[in-house]
């Protein structure tokens, strides 16, 4: 748990170093940024829906239920938990959002008055609450809760760019950082109840976890090959660009949101029976 916790931590710290203090980075934002305006009248009806859905009132909504299902279970450290990886990944984000620096490169001076916009808060409501319930759910329906809230995160990741109101890196950087409190919060589960604990090797969701993983690279492939082929028109203003460069960086860029979302929640769910594990009696 805890070289989960520096991974995600290094990688968190890597998006936001390229992504935010070199031009390079900064550029390929502003192109996908800029590439969300292709077919934006078809999608802004259910994209602005997505958004306005994830209000403090449903984010307190949700950490409730999630505990409810963790206390209905017999689980009180489970609950406790659940809602210490919500807040924290939350309220760190916000702190990280004002707190981190945005040095202005001139690359998008549409958006330079706005600063700094790492993590995307949005995009760090719906991953906190996709990795919690996937902790309380029964065993049983674990699986089926992965993919349902891997989709749900990674849609509403994609949804901020879309309705521009992030830049990719902004969501990217946002589930690294849930993954990093789901880490912390795995440590604690570990600590609180490994004296009751029986872990059940039947309770691992092996194969769910590796389509999920699998497809989370792929998509990270995907990613990496689109940004390499955009990054040698980097001469080139993102306002001057035309369609299909444009279109590649959305696109490429959505596939990145996507990927690393699949990742975070394979590895959560690769080790989820072992943070709650079966309890004797």
């Not at 290094?10 to 070199?22: G, N, S, Y």
């Not at 790492?118 to 996709?130: D, K, M, Q, R």
Request: proline share 4%; with cysteine; charged share 10%.
């Amino acid at each position: 748990m805890v070289v989960l916790a520096l991974v995600q931590a290094a990688a968190f710290l890597a998006v936001w170093r390229v992504a935010v203090h070199t031009g390079i980075g900064q550029w390929v934002d502003t192109v996908a940024l800029t590439g969300n305006r292709i077919g934006q009248d078809r999608i802004d009806g259910p994209v602005d829906r997505i958004l306005n859905a994830m209000s403090v009132v449903s984010l307190l909504a949700a950490t409730a239920v999630i505990g409810f299902i963790a206390l209905i279970r017999g689980r009180i450290a489970l609950a406790i938990t659940a809602t210490l990886l919500i807040a924290g990944a939350n309220v760190s984000s916000q702190l990280l959002k004002y707190g981190l620096n945005r040095p202005d490169y001139g690359l998008d001076p549409e958006r330079a008055a706005v600063g700094n916009s790492l993590p995307s808060g949005h995009t760090a409501v719906a991953a906190s609450v996709a990795v919690a319930l996937v902790l309380v759910l029964p065993r049983k329906v674990r699986a089926v809760g992965a993919f349902l809230g891997a989709g749900y995160a990674a849609v509403a990741g994609v949804a901020t760019l879309s309705a521009g109101w992030h830049r990719p890196s902004d969501a990217v950087a946002a589930y690294l950082l849930v993954g990093v409190w789901a880490a912390l919060a795995g440590l604690l589960l570990l600590i609180t109840q490994r004296e009751q604990a029986e872990v059940a090797p039947g309770d691992a969701h092996r194969v769910a976890a590796l389509v999920l993983g699998v497809a989370g690279v792929l998509a990270l492939i995907a990613c990496g090959v689109a940004l390499s082929w955009l990054v040698e028109l980097r001469g080139t203003g993102p306002e001057e660009l035309t369609r299909r460069p444009l279109f590649i960086g959305y696109a490429g860029s959505a596939a990145g949101i996507a990927g690393t979302m699949a990742v975070v929640m394979a590895l959560v769910l690769t080790i989820v029976h072992r943070l709650v594990p079966r309890v004797k009696g």
